[in-house]
């Protein structure tokens, strides 16, 4: 099946910096990709929608000035976490739709990267 | 009320078992539903897409009810292995985004 990757698996940053998370598509081009963050206990929510070659769609209550997303390529999203706080530790989980509806071999399904753990100090 | 619903459990239950996990969901034009699972510290993996008519696959039935706005999923002759968090998930009406339940945690003892 399709893989989608995501760098780091984990990291741990101090107080104030920035991390940014890459989200891959390795063998089917993406025109969606989502970005999901999911708490301790908590279900995955979603916290933006990334169309390759426009802005993001931020959920309510996320800030898009915080979670820069760029979405430069069908197979490429990058989540920048800006000034980084204790409470943004979380489980950040990417995933990309296989979205070329009509073409050869498109499923139009969703695959998630194995998520990227981050611990802010 | 939030957009999915379920029971988090645990249930704990011995191998061999038959367990069944129940969701609703809030907005009734949803269309397209499916049941997740996922290991601790991992991402979501698809189980099993849910039809109207009912689907099987292996152990695992999935059944809807639209009237009732509910799903369900049953595990028989549970395995160790089967032992994960199950997500119940609805297709968003736009956009093609994922609503995730809380999920339902399921510990399958020897």
């Known amino acids: 099946g399709a893989v989608v990757s995501q760098h780091p698996s984990w990291v741990i940053c101090k107080s104030g910096t920035s991390v940014k998370i890459e989200c891959r598509s390795l063998?089917?081009?993406?025109?969606?990709m989502f970005w999901y963050r999911q708490f301790p206990k908590q279900s995955l929510m979603l916290m933006a929608t990334?169309?390759?070659?426009?802005?993001?769609?931020?959920e309510q209550g996320v800030e898009k000035d915080k979670f820069l997303i760029n979405h430069a390529s069908l197979t490429l999203s990058t989540l920048t976490v800006t000034s980084a706080h204790p409470e943004d530790s979380s489980f950040y989980i990417c995933?990309?739709?296989?979205?070329?509806?009509?073409?050869?071999?498109?499923?139009?399904?969703?695959?998630f990267g194995p998520g990227t753990r981050l611990t802010v100090l | 009320r939030k957009e999915v619903e379920q029971d988090p459990g645990p249930f704990n239950v011995p191998e061999g078992a038959t367990v069944a996990f129940n969701c609703t969901y809030s907005?009734?034009?949803?269309?397209?539903f499916f049941w997740y699972r996922q290991d601790c510290r991992k991402e979501p993996k698809l189980l099993m897409s849910?039809?109207?008519s009912g689907n099987e696959d292996g152990r695992f039935t999935a059944q809807l009810n639209r009237a009732s706005q509910y799903i369900s999923l049953l595990i028989r002759d549970s395995k160790l292995s089967d032992s994960a968090t199950y997500l119940c998930?609805?297709?968003?009406?736009?956009?093609?985004?994922?609503?995730f339940g809380k999920g339902t945690s399921l510990l399958v003892t020897p």
């Open positions: 995933s990309a739709r296989d979205g070329l509806a009509g073409s050869p071999g498109s499923t139009d399904t969703q695959y």
């Open positions: 063998d089917f081009q993406a025109t969606t």
């Open positions: 849910v039809y109207s």
């Open positions: 990334s169309n390759e070659g426009s802005k993001a769609t931020y």
């Open positions: 998930v609805v297709w968003r009406i736009s956009g093609y985004a994922l609503n």
């Open positions: 907005n009734s034009a949803s269309q397209s």
